[in-house]
């Protein structure tokens, strides 16, 4: 949840991104923490985000994890706990009903929670990872473990090897089919809704610039300004679950 007020976006500027919604053949969406605030999930980097409460370095690091697996996976347990007690909010859900309907459509999301599917979406891009899907460090397998508390921390996989999570720690990199995908949707999108992201993190936050690069419009969500705001064609302030459905048609 934004800790701040804002104004309410001009309904003319919103009657704008309708307009261009209705005429986008290519629609492309990323999405952030933000827009899964309004879920009761905590962001990253803003009041009450979890790199005001954790360091990144301890935590969400490849080095962190050869050093303290347990605690490691004690945080990412945890995040487990609050993101299996979480629903999808009304944002989730208006881009369940964008893409509905619609032959050219994708959404990317650095999130990993999982929210998105949750609500309904299909075409889906994990950037970073999912949180609910465990890798072994040995073999290598991947699979989905849906338990939370894990009754064993760290958990292991069948080989005896320590699973550790399906997500993307700083130092590494992204999945090599998600990111290629992501990037040629970006490149091919006529519209780009960039939603409840810092724009701060790369290559994600990158997108914007390939998809402008290539001809579209970004039209960014946001309750608050970022470095790709003075980049969008337009932005509108205010929360994701309140702005998002607003942009469906009447
Ligand atoms: P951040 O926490 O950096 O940014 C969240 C953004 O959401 C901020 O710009 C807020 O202003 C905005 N926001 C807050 N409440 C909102 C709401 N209700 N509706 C819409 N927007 C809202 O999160 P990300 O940009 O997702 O990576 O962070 C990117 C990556 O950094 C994450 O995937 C994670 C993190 O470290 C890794 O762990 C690798």
């Known amino acids: 949840m934004t800790d701040h007020l804002h104004p309410e976006p001009d309904p ?16 492309v969406v990323t999405t952030g923490a933000g827009i899964s605030a309004e879920s009761g999930i905590p962001t990253f980097r803003g009041p009450g985000g979890l790199w005001r409460r954790f360091r990144a370095e301890d935590l969400a690091t490849p080095e962190a994890f050869r ?19 979480a629903a999808p909010n009304a944002g989730h859900l208006a881009l369940v009903e964008m893409e509905q309907g619609r032959d050219s459509f994708q959404l990317i999301t650095q999130n990993v929670d999982g929210l998105h599917q949750r609500a309904g979406s299909q075409r889906v891009i994990e950037v ?5 899907r465990v890798r072994c460090i040995d073999c290598g397998t991947e699979s989905l473990n849906l338990e939370t508390p894990l009754p064993q921390l760290p958990p292991r996989c069948p080989c005896g090897g320590m699973l550790r999570p399906g997500v993307v720690w700083f130092g590494e990199d ?7 995908t992501a990037w040629s949707a970006a490149e091919q999108g006529d519209l780009m809704l960039v939603v409840g992201t810092s724009s701060l993190v790369y290559p994600a936050a990158a997108l914007p610039d390939i998809a402008r690069r290539h001809g579209a419009r970004i039209v960014e ?10 980049r969008a064609d337009l932005s509108l302030r205010g929360s994701a679950a309140q702005i998002l459905p607003r942009l469906l048609s009447p």
């Open 221 to 230: 969500i946001n309750p608050d300004p970022t470095p790709l705001s003075d």
């Open 67 to 85: 050093r303290d697996p347990r605690l490691v996976w004690e945080w990412y347990d945890w995040r487990r706990g609050l993101i299996a007690q």
């Open 12 to 27: 003319l500027v919103i009657d704008q991104v309708r307009v261009w919604l209705a005429a986008a053949a290519r629609l």
């Open 174 to 180: 992204l999945p090599r089919t998600a990111l290629e």
């Open 128 to 132: 970073h990872g999912n949180i609910w």
